[in-house]
T-cell receptor, first 112, second 114 residues
Framework: RKEVEQDPGPFNVPEGATVAFNCTYSNSASQSFFWYRQDCRKEPKLLMSVYSSGNEDGRFTAQLNRASQYISLLIRDSKLSDSATYLCVVKDSGGSNYKLTFGKGTLLTVNP | NAGVTQTPKFRVLKTGQSMTLLCAQDMNHEYMYWYRQDPGMGLRLIHYSVGEGTTAKGEVPDGYNVSRLKKQNFLLGLESAAPSQTSVYFC?????????????FGPGTRLLVL
């Protein structure tokens, strides 16, 4: 089983749609969770951290289910500018806490 | 505050040539990383460093060497380039822990090995 697995995508949605991305991770001791965004031919950038109680940042909502080892990202009212690849990222605990493990990413295209 | 910078942005090599990629960060971060990103493979960790003078192997270290002589710089070397090393290389840095665990990436170096 891969350490971090994401929906393969791609997702093509119209402007204004709601879209959800899912991610599972294999290490039950993982400590921290993030969503990064990567625009075409650019570097990844942090979109938001994912907290145990779930958290929201404007149109973006992240959820964490530790029991199922599952992370989600919901984007409401999609904009053209949301088109990007979304990377699920997990940080391990203890001696491996230097390392972030990245999923392969899910490509989102928002169409006019 | 430039963040993380990478030099060069683009390079073409012939098989067997060598080169060094330079990464510099001005955020006083302890941890630094080199990744490669290939289509369908995601980001893969090549080498990393948890402080000045230290380096360690990541998932795909073969064919690469690194050095961290100064805290702000992390160099990635290819001694004898191979076509399989054609990729986009990203450097990154972050603090070891704390509330802001953001990992910052450089803009990438696109390497083509012929």
């Amino acid at each position: 089983r891969k350490e971090v697995e994401q929906d393969p995508g791609p997702f093509n949605v119209p402007e204004g749609a709601t879209v959800a991305f899912n991610c599972t991770y294999s290490n039950s001791a993982s400590q921290s969770f993030f969503w990064y965004r990567q625009d075409c031919r650019k570097e990844p950038k942090l979109l938001m951290s994912v907290y145990s109680s779930g958290n929201e940042d404007g149109r973006f909502t992240a959820q964490l289910n530790r029991a199922s080892q599952y992370i989600s990202l919901l984007i409401r009212d999609s904009k053209l500018s949301d088109s990007a690849t979304y990377l699920c990222v997990v940080k391990d605990s203890g001696g491996s806490n230097y390392k972030l493990t990245f999923g392969k990413g899910t490509l989102l295209t928002v169409n006019p | 505050n430039a963040g993380v910078t990478q030099t060069p942005k683009f390079r073409v090599l012939k098989t067997g040539q060598s080169m060094t990629l330079l990464c510099a960060q001005d955020m006083n971060h302890e941890y630094m990383y080199w990744y490669r990103q290939d289509p369908g493979m995601g980001l893969r960790l090549i080498h990393y460093s948890v402080g000045e003078g230290t380096t360690a192997k990541g998932e795909v270290p073969d064919g690469y060497n690194v050095s961290r002589l100064k805290k702000q710089n992390f160099l990635l070397g290819l001694e004898s380039a191979a076509p399989s090393q054609t990729s986009v290389y990203f450097c990154a840095s972050r603090r070891p822990q704390g509330a802001k665990e953001t990992q910052y990436f450089g803009p990438g170096t696109r390497l083509l090995v012929l």
